[in-house]
């Protein structure tokens, strides 16, 4: 719920071995088991494993005078998705680690299909997400100390539905180890988070671009 818009620059990496490890910049680090499980075409309809990726948190300059500071956490997640349809991707996962004492538990659940433009894809994604009372109260609480501290009033979530999500993506292949790459994701804060003193907007867009060389 940040009123705040953030601009930054930062490599990308995306490899995956036959295995079923790899080691991404918007995924993380992780192990789909698919590959070492199955055979045959089930391998390219399932995915499944546990990833782990670095979250960062919400600076003393980012936070309301009075409330405290988010640290960065280290989020575990395990994860399943299923090719149902050639055009239709069912995603899900559940993490932990988030939250001010690294008790947030989340449930997200997602589906992806794509459009075809031409010799592109135009991908559009749809998820929602679940989290328990810690990462609400760690992300978006206001203790009685700080509510005294800050003057907003003390906020106590209970567990809730999140938020909800539309991403679009599209890959443009301009060689044949170039590429670049765009998405743009909305998201929503429903619920408890976005009745908390914290959100100062419930509606959170971002953009991505990226140019990538494959080896």
Known sequence: GSARTRHVLLPALDYESPSGLFAATDSGL????APQLLEGDAVKKWQFG?????????SRRESPPGVEALGPR??????????????LLLQSGLSWGSGRHHNGDQLELGATSGIPLG?????ISLAATYANAAHLRGSFGVGTKESEASG????????????WSVALSAE????????????????????????SPLTFSRDQPSFIASVWHQF
């Open 172 to 195: 443009h292949k301009f060689g044949k180890h170039w590429s670049v790459n765009g998405q743009w994701l909305h998201t929503r804060l429903i619920g408890q988070a976005a009745r």
């Open 119 to 123: 010799d592109e894809l135009l991908g």
């Open 152 to 163: 907003l009033h003390a906020f106590r979530p209970h567990s809730s539905w999140q938020d």
């Open 74 to 87: 280290l989020i575990a997640e395990l994860f399943a998705n299923a090719q149902v349809m050639p055009e």
């Open 30 to 33: 992780g192990w789909n088991l």
């Open 50 to 58: 546990a990833r782990v990726w670095p979250q960062s948190g919400r």
